[in-house]
C-alpha cells in the first residue's frame, strides 16, 4: 500500500512541470522507479508458482517413499527368530516351558501347590 501511494504521490507532481519533454522524462522515470520498487517487494508470480510446484514435488516425494518403504527389515526378523529359536531349545528341550494349565478349573489345593512350585510362595 505505501508503494502505491509513493508512486501516486510522484505522478500527482509530474503534471506540474512546465516543459512537456522534462515531463514525459520525469513520468518515465516514475514509473521505472516504481516498477523496481514492484518487482523488489513482491516476488514474480510465475517464480513462485514454480518454487510452489517443486516444494509440492519434493514433499510428495518424501510422502512417497514414506509410504513405499519397507516397514519390516526381514533380516532382522530372520535374526530374531534365529536368536529366539536358540534361547528356547538352548537346553536341549523343544520347548523348555509346559504348558499353562487352566486355572479357572483348579481346585484351591491345587492351585496353591502350583503357585508354590512356579513361583516359589
Known sequence: MAI???G???MAKVPLIANEKQRALAEKQV???MQRLYERTFMDPERYRSDCKKYVGKALEKMYEAANR???DPEATQDRAAVAAAVRSGSGK???SPAMPNLSNMLDKELAKFTRESFGF
Request: no cysteine.
Open 4 to 6: 502505491l501511494q509513493h
Open 8 to 10: 501516486q504521490n510522484l
Open 31 to 33: 514509473r521505472f522507479e
Open 70 to 72: 519397507r516397514r519390516i
Open 94 to 96: 523343544a520347548d523348555p
